[in-house]
Antibody
C-alpha cells in the first residue's frame, strides 16, 4: 500500500522560507512524478509543481517559478518542497501527491502540511 | 494557466442524480482525455474518483461516472447519498508536465 507521509505543521515569519517533506515507501515513485498542491483556507486546490525522479528536472507553475524548489532524495524516497519569501497569502495546507506519468492523475496524496505565515 | 471553471455549488436530494461540470480551454480539457475528479471532505486530503475522463479507480462506487465533450468535462453522481456531500474538484493535464485544477464545487445533499 502506497503511503505518503508529510512533515508537521509550520509557523513562519513573513520573508522567511519553509521546507516541507514527503516520505514514501521505496519504489513508490518508479514511473511516477511527485507533485505539490496547495489549498489556502476556504479555497480550492492549486497545482504548484512537480518532479519526475528518474529525470530529476522539476516543473513549476508560472506563479511559483523562482520562489519554489522541488527536489527528491531517491536514496530515502523523500520529496521536498521549499518556498522562499513567504507572505501571509502563502498560508495554506500543502499536499504532496503522486502522479502517473501515463494517465496523468494524482492517485495517492499525503495528509497535508499546514504552513502558517504570520508576524 | 487559468483555473478550470466549475459551478461553486450544486445540491440534490437523496436518490437523485446530479451532474457537475468543468469547463476548460482547447489547450487543457480540449486537448487531452486526461481529466480527473477528486472528492474532498472537510479537513481531509482529496480522493481520486475518476481518471482519464471516464475511468474509476478500484474501490470507487459505480455511482460515479465521468464524460467529456469538447472543452467541458462532467462528473455524474447517481443515487445521491448523504456521504457524497463534499467538495469536488476537476483537474486536467495541460501539457509539459503541468496540471490545472478547477475552483471546486460544493455538493450539498438536501
Amino acid at each position: 500500500q502506497v503511503q505518503l507521509v508529510q512533515s508537521g505543521a509550520e509557523v513562519k515569519k513573513p520573508g522567511s522560507s519553509v521546507k516541507v517533506s514527503c516520505e514514501a515507501s521505496r519504489g513508490t515513485f518508479s514511473n511516477y512524478a511527485l507533485n505539490w498542491v496547495r489549498q489556502a483556507p476556504g479555497q480550492g486546490l492549486e497545482w504548484m509543481g512537480g518532479i519526475i525522479p528518474i529525470f530529476g528536472t522539476a516543473k513549476y507553475a508560472q506563479k511559483f517559478q523562482g520562489r519554489v524548489t522541488i527536489t527528491m532524495d531517491e536514496s530515502t524516497s523523500t520529496g521536498y518542497m521549499e518556498m522562499s519569501s513567504l507572505e501571509s497569502k502563502d498560508t495554506a495546507v500543502y499536499y504532496c501527491a503522486r502522479a502517473s506519468v501515463v494517465t496523468r492523475h494524482f492517485d495517492y496524496w499525503g495528509q497535508g502540511t499546514l504552513v502558517t505565515v504570520s508576524s | 494557466q487559468s483555473a478550470l471553471t466549475q459551478p461553486p455549488s450544486v445540491s440534490g436530494s437523496p436518490g437523485q442524480s446530479i451532474i457537475l461540470s468543468c469547463t476548460g480551454i482547447s489547450s487543457d480539457v480540449g486537448s487531452y482525455n486526461l481529466v480527473s475528479w477528486y472528492q474532498q471532505h472537510p479537513g481531509k486530503a482529496p480522493k481520486l474518483m475518476i481518471f482519464e475522463g471516464t475511468r474509476r479507480p478500484s474501490g470507487v462506487s459505480n455511482r460515479f461516472s465521468g464524460s467529456k465533450s469538447g472543452n467541458t468535462a462532467s462528473l455524474t453522481i447517481s443515487g445521491l447519498q448523504a456521504e457524497d456531500e463534499a467538495d469536488y474538484y476537476c483537474c486536467s493535464y495541460a501539457g509539459s508536465s503541468s496540471w490545472v485544477f478547477g475552483g471546486g464545487t460544493k455538493l450539498t445533499v438536501l
